[in-house]
């Protein structure tokens, strides 16, 4: 049985930061497509930054245009956990983030309709 454990939400203030830690069981996530989505208030569910490594033939990262040189997405495969460092964060980052996984690999274009498996969420709330 898969399970994505997302932790580290919380409350911060403008231009702080966190770091989201999603903790994968029962999955691989190596050479799988991973990725963190948000969803605020009343707003649809948007991916906020994806990574996709192939082994010993790299990989690539994808960033919403919001979070571009705020947010860094990466994977420790030793500990199986996916990671969103988030910085100079801003009240219009509040939502709840939620990790996500595809079952099968090979290329993906990062859209939620990719991804099989989901975190419960953790909630951010950046304000003064």
């Known amino acids: 049985q898969v399970q994505l454990v997302e932790t580290g939400g919380g409350s911060v203030q403008p231009g702080g930061s966190l770091r989201l830690s999603c903790a994968a069981s029962?999955?691989?996530?190596?050479?799988?497509?991973t990725a963190w989505f948000r969803q605020a208030p009343g707003k649809e569910r948007e991916v906020v930054a994806g990574?996709?490594?192939?082994?010993?033939?790299?990989?690539?990262?994808s960033y919403h245009d919001s979070v571009k040189g705020r947010f860094t997405v990466s994977q420790d495969k030793a500990k199986n956990v996916l990671y969103l460092e988030m910085s100079s964060l801003k009240p219009e980052d509040t939502a709840m983030y939620y990790c996500?996984?595809?079952?099968?690999?090979?290329?993906?274009?990062?859209?939620?309709?990719?991804?099989?498996?989901w975190g419960q969420g953790t909630p951010v709330t950046v304000s003064s």
């Open positions: 996500a996984a595809r079952k099968f690999a090979g290329y993906c274009a990062f859209v939620a309709s990719e991804f099989n498996y």
């Open positions: 990574v996709y490594l192939m082994g010993q033939f790299g990989g690539r990262t």
């Open positions: 029962g999955y691989n996530i190596s050479n799988r497509c």
